[in-house]
Protein backbone atom coordinates (compact mmCIF):
# COMPACT_ATOMS: atom_id res chain seq x y z
CA UNK A 1 0.00 0.00 0.00
CA UNK A 2 1.55 3.37 -1.34
CA UNK A 3 1.25 6.57 1.27
CA UNK A 4 -0.45 10.40 0.16
CA UNK A 5 2.98 11.04 -0.58
CA UNK A 6 4.39 8.33 -2.72
CA UNK A 7 1.29 8.35 -4.86
CA UNK A 8 3.35 12.15 -5.44
CA UNK A 9 6.24 11.15 -5.40
CA UNK A 10 5.51 8.84 -8.61
CA UNK A 11 3.60 11.08 -10.05
CA UNK A 12 6.26 13.73 -10.39
CA UNK A 13 9.12 11.30 -11.64
CA UNK A 14 6.54 10.04 -14.00
CA UNK A 15 5.67 13.72 -15.57
CA UNK A 16 8.98 15.57 -14.88
CA UNK A 17 11.78 12.96 -14.96
CA UNK A 18 14.98 14.13 -14.97
CA UNK A 19 14.50 17.80 -14.97
CA UNK A 20 14.31 18.09 -11.47
CA UNK A 21 15.89 16.71 -8.44
CA UNK A 22 13.41 16.01 -5.77
CA UNK A 23 13.69 15.43 -1.87
CA UNK A 24 11.39 14.30 0.90
CA UNK A 25 11.74 16.06 4.22
CA UNK A 26 9.56 16.40 6.94
CA UNK A 27 6.69 14.97 5.05
CA UNK A 28 7.05 17.75 2.24
CA UNK A 29 8.33 17.40 -1.12
CA UNK A 30 10.63 19.50 -2.68
CA UNK A 31 12.04 19.88 -6.22
CA UNK A 32 15.06 21.73 -7.04
CA UNK A 33 14.93 22.87 -11.43
CA UNK A 34 17.74 24.68 -13.50
CA UNK A 35 16.76 27.67 -14.80
CA UNK A 36 16.64 26.15 -18.53
CA UNK A 37 13.58 24.26 -17.46
CA UNK A 38 12.06 26.07 -14.87
CA UNK A 39 9.08 27.31 -17.37
CA UNK A 40 8.78 24.00 -18.68
CA UNK A 41 8.39 22.20 -15.30
CA UNK A 42 6.19 24.84 -14.08
CA UNK A 43 3.35 24.64 -16.88
CA UNK A 44 4.03 20.59 -16.41
CA UNK A 45 3.47 21.04 -12.89
CA UNK A 46 0.20 22.60 -13.63
CA UNK A 47 -1.21 21.35 -16.45
CA UNK A 48 -0.13 17.22 -16.06
CA UNK A 49 -3.56 15.90 -14.97
CA UNK A 50 -2.11 14.00 -12.61
CA UNK A 51 -0.17 16.71 -10.97
CA UNK A 52 -2.70 19.87 -11.26
CA UNK A 53 -1.22 22.33 -9.39
CA UNK A 54 -3.80 24.79 -9.97
CA UNK A 55 -2.53 27.45 -7.04
CA UNK A 56 0.88 29.24 -6.65
CA UNK A 57 0.79 29.76 -3.05
CA UNK A 58 3.29 31.91 -2.61
CA UNK A 59 6.96 32.57 -4.05
CA UNK A 60 10.01 34.45 -2.21
CA UNK A 61 13.76 34.85 -3.27
CA UNK A 62 16.16 33.64 -1.32
CA UNK A 63 19.60 34.74 -0.57
CA UNK A 64 21.92 31.87 0.37
CA UNK A 65 25.41 33.68 0.73
CA UNK A 66 25.88 33.02 4.24
CA UNK A 67 23.61 29.93 4.72
CA UNK A 68 25.21 26.93 6.81
CA UNK A 69 27.73 29.45 8.35
CA UNK A 70 28.91 30.85 5.15
CA UNK A 71 29.68 26.82 4.32
CA UNK A 72 27.36 27.30 1.14
CA UNK A 73 29.18 27.02 -2.01
CA UNK A 74 26.40 26.75 -4.40
CA UNK A 75 24.95 29.99 -6.85
CA UNK A 76 24.10 32.26 -4.35
CA UNK A 77 20.20 33.65 -4.96
CA UNK A 78 17.20 31.27 -5.60
CA UNK A 79 13.59 31.69 -6.15
CA UNK A 80 11.11 29.50 -3.78
CA UNK A 81 7.41 28.54 -4.79
CA UNK A 82 4.90 26.91 -2.89
CA UNK A 83 1.94 24.85 -5.21
CA UNK A 84 -0.97 23.38 -3.82
CA UNK A 85 -3.00 20.94 -6.23
CA UNK A 86 -6.70 21.31 -4.35
CA UNK A 87 -7.73 18.40 -6.82
CA UNK A 88 -4.89 16.04 -5.44
CA UNK A 89 -4.71 17.76 -2.10
CA UNK A 90 -1.03 17.58 -2.22
CA UNK A 91 1.43 20.57 -1.82
CA UNK A 92 5.21 20.89 -3.25
CA UNK A 93 7.63 23.14 -2.92
CA UNK A 94 9.23 24.50 -5.70
CA UNK A 95 13.65 25.70 -6.09
CA UNK A 96 15.22 27.37 -8.92
CA UNK A 97 18.52 29.06 -8.67
CA UNK A 98 19.40 31.93 -10.51
CA UNK A 99 22.44 30.77 -12.85
CA UNK A 100 24.61 34.19 -12.66
CA UNK A 101 24.83 35.97 -8.82
CA UNK A 102 25.81 39.17 -10.19
CA UNK A 103 22.69 39.87 -12.19
CA UNK A 104 20.18 37.33 -10.84
CA UNK A 105 17.92 36.51 -14.13
CA UNK A 106 14.91 33.64 -13.66
CA UNK A 107 12.01 33.44 -16.15
CA UNK A 108 8.72 34.84 -14.73
CA UNK A 109 5.51 32.59 -14.38
CA UNK A 110 3.13 35.47 -14.61
CA UNK A 111 1.41 34.21 -17.54
CA UNK A 112 1.16 30.55 -15.91
CA UNK A 113 -0.40 31.76 -12.80
CA UNK A 114 -1.08 35.55 -12.16
CA UNK A 115 -0.98 35.64 -8.54
CA UNK A 116 2.78 35.51 -8.44
CA UNK A 117 2.84 38.62 -9.68
CA UNK A 118 3.38 40.38 -6.88
CA UNK A 119 5.50 37.92 -5.42
CA UNK A 120 8.18 38.36 -8.06
CA UNK A 121 7.60 41.91 -7.22
CA UNK A 122 8.87 41.87 -4.07
CA UNK A 123 11.25 39.28 -4.64
CA UNK A 124 12.72 41.88 -7.03
CA UNK A 125 12.90 44.78 -5.18
CA UNK A 126 13.97 43.11 -1.72
CA UNK A 127 16.96 41.10 -3.49
CA UNK A 128 17.28 42.01 -6.33
CA UNK A 129 16.11 38.63 -8.68
CA UNK A 130 15.15 39.51 -12.10
CA UNK A 131 12.14 37.44 -13.52
CA UNK A 132 12.24 37.81 -17.51
CA UNK A 133 8.87 38.17 -19.18
CA UNK A 134 6.98 40.28 -15.88
CA UNK A 135 5.43 43.08 -17.40
CA UNK A 136 5.46 45.41 -14.77
CA UNK A 137 8.67 44.50 -12.73
CA UNK A 138 8.62 47.40 -9.98
CA UNK A 139 9.20 48.44 -6.71
CA UNK A 140 6.56 47.39 -4.31
CA UNK A 141 7.53 47.85 -0.87
CA UNK A 142 10.28 50.49 -0.92
CA UNK A 143 10.51 53.67 -2.21
CA UNK A 144 11.03 54.42 -6.34
CA UNK A 145 14.30 56.10 -5.38
CA UNK A 146 15.59 53.65 -3.09
CA UNK A 147 18.52 52.48 -4.22
CA UNK A 148 20.19 48.52 -3.23
CA UNK A 149 17.69 45.26 -2.58
CA UNK A 150 17.63 45.74 1.52
CA UNK A 151 16.78 41.25 1.96
CA UNK A 152 20.35 40.59 0.11
CA UNK A 153 22.92 39.70 2.93
CA UNK A 154 25.66 41.97 2.19
CA UNK A 155 23.22 44.88 2.45
CA UNK A 156 24.20 47.88 5.53
CA UNK A 157 22.09 47.12 8.46
CA UNK A 158 21.59 50.87 8.37
CA UNK A 159 21.01 51.37 5.06
CA UNK A 160 22.40 54.49 2.87
CA UNK A 161 20.28 57.35 2.74
CA UNK A 162 17.19 58.03 5.21
CA UNK A 163 14.13 59.93 3.77
CA UNK A 164 12.33 62.33 5.43
CA UNK A 165 9.51 65.24 4.71
CA UNK A 166 10.95 67.88 5.18
CA UNK A 167 8.74 70.96 6.14
CA UNK A 168 10.87 74.42 5.33
CA UNK A 169 11.19 72.63 2.17
CA UNK A 170 7.25 71.07 1.82
CA UNK A 171 8.79 67.78 0.17
CA UNK A 172 10.18 64.66 1.17
CA UNK A 173 14.03 64.25 0.97
CA UNK A 174 16.99 61.99 0.87
CA UNK A 175 20.20 62.50 3.30
CA UNK A 176 22.81 60.08 4.43
CA UNK A 177 22.05 58.28 6.91
CA UNK A 178 22.31 59.41 10.88
CA UNK A 179 21.62 56.36 12.88
CA UNK A 180 24.43 56.14 15.60
CA UNK A 181 25.54 52.72 16.11
CA UNK A 182 24.59 51.35 19.61
CA UNK A 183 24.57 48.48 21.50
CA UNK A 184 21.07 47.56 23.55
CA UNK A 185 21.75 46.13 26.56
CA UNK A 186 18.27 44.05 27.58
CA UNK A 187 16.97 44.72 31.05
CA UNK A 188 16.59 41.87 33.67
CA UNK A 189 14.18 42.42 36.17
CA UNK A 190 15.07 39.77 38.92
CA UNK A 191 12.00 39.33 41.53
CA UNK A 192 12.20 36.94 44.37
CA UNK A 193 8.68 36.01 44.54
CA UNK A 194 7.44 36.45 41.36
CA UNK A 195 4.20 35.07 41.19
CA UNK A 196 3.57 34.02 45.10
CA UNK A 197 1.51 35.48 46.87
Same mark, same amino acid.
Given at each position: MTTHLEVLQIALGTALGDR????????????????EDYLAVMQTLRD +?? !??HFEQLL *????? +?? !???????? *??LRFAAVS???????NWRVRVRVFAPDDDMPLLPS??????????YEREAFDLLGILFEGHNDLRRLLT???FIGHPFRKDFPV???VEMRYDPEQKRVIYQPVTIEPRENVPRVIREEHYGMK
Open positions: VSTTVALGEVTLVVKA +DP !SL *DLCGV +DY !STYGDGSW *DGHLLSVKHVVNIWRAVNWDYGSGY
